[in-house]
C-alpha cells in the first residue's frame, strides 16, 4: 500500500513538472488557424487635464504584405512577406463630443531583403493612425525604409498637415515605434534581446500633444513580480516588462502562458499617467467572415455595446 501511495506521488511530481514546463506552440501552429485574436480593454484615458473612461479592442491576425507597397495582399502572390498585424481602436467621450481612434501596426515575420528597404523579421514595416473627433479628422503613417521610417502626417491644423519626415535609425540601438510595443512586449515575434530601445514617438499621442514625430530612448525592465498599481482580473500567473523613458513610460503586464496576452497595460508621460487598460474578454474568430445580423451576438460575449460581463 505505502509503494503504490509512493508511485502515485511520483506520477503526479512527474505530470506537474511536464505541465510547468510543457513546451509553448509554434508561432504558425498557434496563429496560423485562420482566427483574430480580438480583446477588449476597459480604458481610463487623459485627455484634456480629465481621466476619460474609454474602451478599447485588440485585433491580432496575421496576413500577406506585399512588400514594394507596404499594403496589404490581394492574393498573396508575387513579392510577399507574412506580417501580424494589430489594430486597437480606442472610443471615448470628452464632454459632449467623442474621439474615435485607431492604430495599426505590422511586425515582420520573415526578413526583408528588397531593393526598396531591408529589415529583419520582428521589426515593424509600417504604422497608420487616425483619429476622428468633432473638430476633425487626423492622419499619420510611418513606413520602414532601410535607414529608419518615413513619416506622413495629414491634419484638420494648419500647423500638423501634409509633413513628411524621416526618422533615422540610431547606432545606439533598435528603433521601435511606440505602438509596435502592444505586439513586441509578448515577444511573439521575436524575444527582446536588447537592454535599450530608441522609440519612435506614438502616433496617437503626436496628435494628442500636437508636436512632431520624434524619438526618445528608454531601458528594458523585466519583473516576475507585478507591479503595485496592477489589480488583478487575469486567472493565470502573470509577469511584466516595462520600457522606461525620461518622459514616456510604457508598462504591461503578460500573461505567462503563450499566447501572452496583455493583462493590464499603463502609459505614463513623466510621473502622469496618459492611459492605464485592463483585459476585459478575449476570444479568438473570423470575425471578418461574422458580418451578418445573425453574428452580433459575438459583440455581446465581448462586452461591447454597453453589455459588459
Same mark, same amino acid.
Given at each position: 500500500?505505502?509503494?503504490?501511495?509512493?508511485?502515485?506521488?511520483?506520477?503526479?511530481?512527474?505530470?506537474?513538472?511536464?505541465?510547468? /514546463?510543457?513546451?509553448?506552440? @509554434?508561432?504558425?501552429?498557434?496563429?496560423?488557424?485562420?482566427?483574430?485574436?480580438?480583446?477588449? #480593454? =476597459?480604458?481610463?484615458?487623459?485627455?484634456?487635464?480629465?481621466?476619460?473612461?474609454?474602451?478599447?479592442?485588440?485585433?491580432?491576425?496575421?496576413?500577406?504584405?506585399?512588400? $514594394?507597397?507596404?499594403?496589404?495582399?490581394?492574393? +498573396?502572390? +508575387?513579392?510577399?512577406?507574412?506580417?501580424?498585424?494589430?489594430?486597437?481602436? &480606442?472610443?471615448? %467621450?470628452?464632454?459632449?463630443?467623442?474621439? %474615435?481612434?485607431?492604430?495599426?501596426?505590422?511586425?515582420?515575420?520573415?526578413?526583408?531583403?528588397?531593393?526598396?528597404?531591408?529589415?529583419?523579421?520582428?521589426? *515593424?514595416?509600417?504604422?497608420?493612425?487616425?483619429?476622428?473627433?468633432?473638430? +476633425?479628422?487626423? *492622419?499619420?503613417?510611418?513606413?520602414?525604409?532601410?535607414?529608419? #521610417?518615413?513619416?506622413?502626417?495629414?491634419?484638420?491644423?494648419?500647423?500638423?498637415?501634409?509633413? %513628411?519626415?524621416?526618422?533615422?535609425?540610431?547606432?545606439? !540601438?533598435?528603433?521601435? $515605434?511606440?505602438? +509596435?510595443?502592444?505586439?513586441?512586449?509578448?515577444?511573439?515575434?521575436?524575444?527582446?534581446?536588447?537592454?535599450?530601445?530608441?522609440?519612435?514617438? !506614438?502616433?496617437? #499621442?503626436?496628435?494628442?500633444?500636437?508636436?512632431? $514625430? =520624434?524619438?526618445?530612448?528608454? @531601458?528594458?525592465?523585466?519583473?516576475?513580480?507585478?507591479?503595485?498599481?496592477?489589480? @488583478?482580473?487575469?486567472?493565470?500567473?502573470?509577469?511584466?516588462?516595462?520600457?522606461?523613458?525620461?518622459?514616456?513610460? #510604457?508598462?504591461?503586464?503578460?500573461?505567462?502562458?503563450?499566447? /501572452?496576452?496583455?493583462?493590464?497595460?499603463?502609459?505614463?508621460?513623466?510621473?502622469?499617467?496618459?492611459?492605464?487598460?485592463?483585459?476585459?474578454?478575449?476570444?479568438?474568430?473570423?470575425?471578418?467572415?461574422?458580418?451578418?445580423?445573425?453574428?452580433? *451576438?459575438?459583440?455581446? &460575449?465581448?462586452?461591447?455595446?454597453?453589455?459588459?460581463?
Amino acid at each position: 500500500m505505502q509503494l503504490q501511495f509512493r508511485l502515485l506521488v511520483l506520477v503526479i511530481t512527474l505530470l506537474c513538472v511536464s505541465t510547468l /514546463h510543457a513546451k509553448a506552440p @509554434s508561432f504558425w501552429s498557434w496563429w496560423g488557424d485562420g482566427k483574430a485574436e480580438i480583446s477588449v #480593454y =476597459d480604458v481610463q484615458q487623459s485627455r484634456y487635464g480629465e481621466m476619460r473612461s474609454a474602451e478599447q479592442v485588440f485585433v491580432y491576425v496575421t496576413e500577406p504584405m506585399n512588400i $514594394p507597397k507596404q499594403v496589404k495582399s490581394d492574393n +498573396g502572390k +508575387g513579392e510577399v512577406v507574412n506580417v501580424l498585424k494589430l489594430n486597437r481602436m &480606442k472610443q471615448f %467621450n470628452t464632454g459632449i463630443y467623442q474621439y %474615435n481612434t485607431m492604430t495599426s501596426t505590422f511586425a515582420l515575420l520573415d526578413n526583408v531583403r528588397h531593393s526598396k528597404w531591408q529589415a529583419r523579421k520582428g521589426d *515593424f514595416a509600417k504604422v497608420t493612425m487616425t483619429m476622428q473627433e468633432w473638430c +476633425g479628422t487626423a *492622419f499619420e503613417q510611418m513606413n520602414r525604409q532601410t535607414n529608419g #521610417y518615413t513619416v506622413q502626417e495629414n491634419s484638420y491644423f494648419e500647423s500638423e498637415g501634409d509633413r %513628411n519626415t524621416l526618422l533615422t535609425i540610431p547606432p545606439s !540601438s533598435p528603433l521601435v $515605434p511606440a505602438d +509596435g510595443l502592444f505586439t513586441l512586449a509578448r515577444e511573439l515575434v521575436q524575444p527582446i534581446e536588447h537592454a535599450k530601445l530608441t522609440l519612435v514617438r !506614438s502616433a496617437e #499621442y503626436t496628435r494628442m500633444l500636437h508636436i512632431a $514625430p =520624434d524619438v526618445f530612448e528608454v @531601458s528594458v525592465v523585466r519583473s516576475e513580480d507585478v507591479p503595485d498599481w496592477y489589480d @488583478s482580473h487575469s486567472q493565470e500567473e502573470c509577469t511584466s516588462i516595462s520600457f522606461v523613458g525620461k518622459e514616456m513610460t #510604457y508598462e504591461f503586464v503578460i500573461e505567462k502562458q503563450y499566447p /501572452h496576452k496583455i493583462s493590464a497595460y499603463r502609459v505614463l508621460r513623466g510621473k502622469s499617467l496618459m492611459e492605464e487598460g485592463y483585459l476585459r474578454t478575449s476570444m479568438r474568430e473570423p470575425y471578418w467572415s461574422q458580418n451578418s445580423n445573425a453574428n452580433e *451576438f459575438l459583440r455581446k &460575449k465581448l462586452g461591447l455595446d454597453g453589455n459588459k460581463k
